[in-house]
T-cell receptor, first 115, second 110 residues
């Protein structure tokens, strides 16, 4: 199947700092990527849609100024958690649809811990 | 929005046993996927199955779209099958945005 790579897999940062997470489609181009968030022992919730060449769209309740998304190219989307706080600690995972009406592929996920 | 319910929430099996996981959804869907989340968090694609039946080794899945449910069958379970199984459906309108159920946590004991 198609490969989506996410980096880093784990990061610990201090409160108030910013953290950047990268999501790459390795063997296909993705004009759209999705960012999900998962709290411990909970399900995945869509945060935002990353669109190549235009602004990201955010789900209701997600602060766009805190979670900056940049779709820099057809194979790269980045999520920057700005001024991180302990409540931002979570598992962040990206996905990219390989083709319309087919399965979505997910990155390995990033476990963020803010101390 | 569309609702996705999975059952049971937790399942404990002995190695070698069979199991059935269920996913109910509240509206018609064009996209339904089953995933296995391993202990490191990675989502492994199991099936893309908006309708019909598919099989892959010891796993098979059936989606009855008209009745709005999908079943995942695991036969001869192994300890490596442990983890959380998620069902996800597309939110609608060709958006490719997925709505996930709360998952079934499967523990297979040796």
């Amino acid at each position: 199947g198609a490969v989506v790579s996410q980096h880093p897999s784990r990061v610990i940062c201090k409160s108030g700092t910013s953290v950047k997470i990268e999501c790459r489609s390795l063997d296909f181009q993705a004009t759209t990527m999705f960012w999900y968030r998962q709290f411990p022992k909970q399900s995945l919730m869509l945060m935002a849609t990353s669109n190549e060449g235009s602004k990201a769209t955010y789900e209701q309740g997600v602060e766009k100024d805190k979670f900056l998304i940049n779709h820099a190219s057809l194979t790269l989307s980045t999520l920057t958690v700005t001024s991180a706080h302990p409540e931002d600690s979570s598992f962040y995972i990206c996905s990219a649809p390989f083709r319309a009406n087919t399965e979505a592929f997910f990155g390995q996920g990033t476990r963020l811990t803010v101390v | 929005g569309i609702q996705v319910e999975q059952s049971p929430p937790d399942l404990i099996l002995q190695e070698g046993a069979n199991s059935t996981l269920r996913c109910n959804f509240s509206d018609s869907v064009n996209n339904l996927q089953w995933f296995h989340q391993n202990p490191w968090g990675q989502l492994i694609n199991l099936f893309y199955i908006p309708s019909g039946t598919k099989q892959n080794g010891r796993l098979s899945a059936t989606t009855v779209a008209t009745e709005r449910y999908s079943l995942l069958y695991i036969s001869s379970s192994q300890t490596t099958d442990s983890g959380v199984y998620f069902c996800a459906v597309e939110r609608g309108g060709g958006s490719e945005k997925l709505v996930f159920g709360k998952g079934t946590k499967l523990t297979v004991n040796p």
